[in-house]
């Protein structure tokens, strides 16, 4: 496999990272993008999660990271975390992905659909 064009990764799991299973894991390359549950993710992602060549972005990669390796998954190579870069521009931000997609690509967040205002994840910290 010769894939050196960054990959997107983004990790769903429950609770803490290292106590819980992983539930799926979502992947793109900027153009096509899927999500896989876990445990069964195809031989083409674990290869694509372990080459050290290809650059793994990731939303908060020490949580993604962390829940992976404690799964059993692999991964190798560079890595850049978007939440840390736009910590680091915009420090006085909310640095949640459904923000920082909402901010960057003029889109709605996607929590909204689910009469989620917040960036609280499911805390009910107003009703």
């Known amino acids: 496999m010769n894939v050196t064009e960054p990959l997107a990764?983004?990790?769903e799991n429950a609770g803490d990272p290292l106590f819980t299973k992983l539930i799926?894991?979502?992947?793109?390359?900027g153009v096509s993008a899927c999500s896989v549950r876990f445990p069964g993710f195809p031989d083409t992602?674990?290869?694509?999660?372990a080459?050290?060549?290809?650059t793994k972005v990731l939303h908060n990669a020490q949580h993604d990271l962390l829940?992976?390796?404690?799964?059993g998954v692999e991964v190798r190579g560079p890595v850049f975390d978007t939440m840390v870069a736009h910590a680091a521009l915009f420090p006085l931000m909310p640095h949640r992905l459904s923000f920082v997609a909402a901010q960057f690509f003029a889109l709605p967040r996607w929590k909204t659909e689910f009469a989620d205002e917040g960036e609280y994840k499911g805390l009910d910290l107003d009703r």
């Open 24 to 29: 799926c894991n979502g992947v793109s390359d």
């Open 9 to 11: 990764i983004d990790v």
């Open 67 to 71: 829940c992976l390796q404690a799964n």
């Open 51 to 54: 080459d050290p060549r290809t």
């Open 45 to 49: 992602m674990l290869e694509l999660l």
